[in-house]
């Protein structure tokens, strides 16, 4: 039995074609994460400070993470990447350039597995490579996790907390994943955000590309910023 968040089980079907050979559809169980480890499964901030937190999974890749990392310089944002490990491995000098702008880098596995499908062992492994690569990169430890499609079991969340990490998933979804159009993202989001908001985008992959991503991007800090919203990394967010 596969567990996932209720504000995550729609994410990533774009994965869908590429596991379809090796996972069957699983049967969905809405269990309330957050609420059974509260320290441990991060949704958003605190809603007394009027701050945000716009994250980016999957890169970095050679075609979207400089596009939405030239965005957040030119607003001079800093962000929250979640990286993969391999992508990490193929293009190590963009993962250098987003921690010389300042963005924190989180860990989102080696090759994004289905974690509950897999071993905890292989959980384990998946999560410490990722973090060896990531400070042979960049020379730092990161402490934060984001599993692929927001699967969670017990036994994942147990090892998480055993390796030092937080997992942080969101509580707004830009959808970006499923190829919405720009408009529609940038409705979206501003509909759901609210101070302490962890918002979920993407830096590579996307369904039809995440060419809506860049061009809903700039839209979103203009109008967030309009209504008084800051924008912090996830650490600073949570108080980590």
Known sequence: MFYFYPFTWTHHAYYQQAYESEVRTPQIQQIDWHKRYPSEVILKG?????????????????????????????????????????????????????????????????DHPLLTKISTAEVKRQIQQTDQIIHQVIGKQTRLFRPPYGALSNSIIHTVKQLNHKIILWNVDSLDW?????????????????????????????????GNTVAALPQIIQRLRSNNFSFRTVSSLINL
């Open 178 to 210: 499923k190829g919405v159009s720009t408009n529609t993202m940038v409705q979206n989001v501003l509909s759901h955000t609210s101070p302490g908001s962890i918002l979920l985008f993407h830096s590579a992959y996307g369904r039809s590309g995440l």
């Open 46 to 110: 605190p809603s007394s400070v009027r701050s945000v937190a716009l994250t980016f999974d999957d890169g970095p890749d050679q075609t979207w993470t400089p596009q939405i990392a030239n965005i957040l310089g030119k607003f001079k944002v800093q962000a929250t990447f979640f990286v993969l490990g391999s992508q990490v491995k193929a293009n190590p000098s963009i993962l250098r350039h987003l921690d010389q702008q300042g963005h924190e880098i989180g860990n989102h596995t080696w």
